[in-house]
């Protein structure tokens, strides 16, 4: 089983619309879950991290997140064309020596 | 300026040359990572250090070498490259605390292409 597992995509969304993207984890000792976004030959970048069950907004981002079922997602509201990228979604186990372990990303194409 | 720089940004190379790749932070983070992006195989950890005397094998670690000359340095070394390390490499820094996993923070990367 992967431990971070996204769909690859594309995932194509009209421009102002809601996008969602999914993804689960298999360590149940999961502890720090983050949202990264990456524009083809950049480097990956920041938008959430989540720690606790339920949901948190910045902006028109928000991260939710279900321990229980080991399923963490990113709901972008007002979708622009510069959302268009591929998210990773990272997940971090302090036991597991502090690392981070990433998914392989969602590719996200907002429709003008 | 950046707070993680990368040098060089691109680099072609030929098989068997020696490659060193540079990393630098003003961030005062104390761990730094190594990491290559391939196509389709998302990013795969190659090296990490929590500190100047803690460095660490990633998952991928065989035909890479590492140093830590300082908190804010960290390099990355191909003995003898080879043309399937042809990749894009990310450095990467957090802080440490107790108990949580700490935000990366990614340089903006190297392209290296290996003839």
């Known amino acids: 089983q992967k431990e971070v597992e996204q769909n690859s995509g594309p995932l194509s969304v009209p421009e102002g619309a809601i996008a969602s993207l999914n993804c689960t984890y298999s360590d149940r000792g999961s502890q720090s879950f983050f949202w990264y976004r990456q524009y083809s030959g950049k480097s990956p970048e920041l938008i959430m991290f989540?720690?606790?069950?339920g949901d948190k907004e910045d902006g028109r981002f928000t991260a939710q997140l279900n321990k229980a079922s080991q399923y963490v997602s990113l709901l972008i509201r007002d979708s622009q064309p510069s959302d268009s990228a591929t998210y990773l979604c990272a997940v971090g186990v302090t036991n597991r020596d502090d690392k981070i372990i990433f998914g392989k990303g969602t590719r996200l194409h907002i429709l003008p | 300026d950046a707070d993680v720089t990368q040098t060089p940004r691109n680099r072609i190379t030929k098989t068997g040359k020696r490659i060193m790749l540079e990393c630098s932070q003003t961030?005062?983070?104390?761990?730094m990572y190594w990491y290559r992006q391939d196509p389709g195989l998302g990013l795969q950890l190659i090296y990490y250090s929590f500190d100047v005397k803690d460095i660490n094998k990633g998952e991928i670690s065989d035909g890479y070498s590492v140093s830590r000359q300082a908190q804010a340095k960290f390099s990355l070394s191909l003995e003898s490259a080879i043309p399937n390390q042809t990749a894009l490499y990310f450095c990467?820094?957090?802080?440490?605390?107790?108990?949580?996993?700490?935000?990366?923070?990614f340089g903006p990367g190297t392209r290296l292409t290996v003839l």
């Open positions: 989540i720690y606790s069950n």
């Open positions: 990467a820094t957090s802080e440490s605390s107790e108990g949580r996993i700490d935000t990366q923070y």
């Open positions: 961030k005062g983070h104390d761990r």
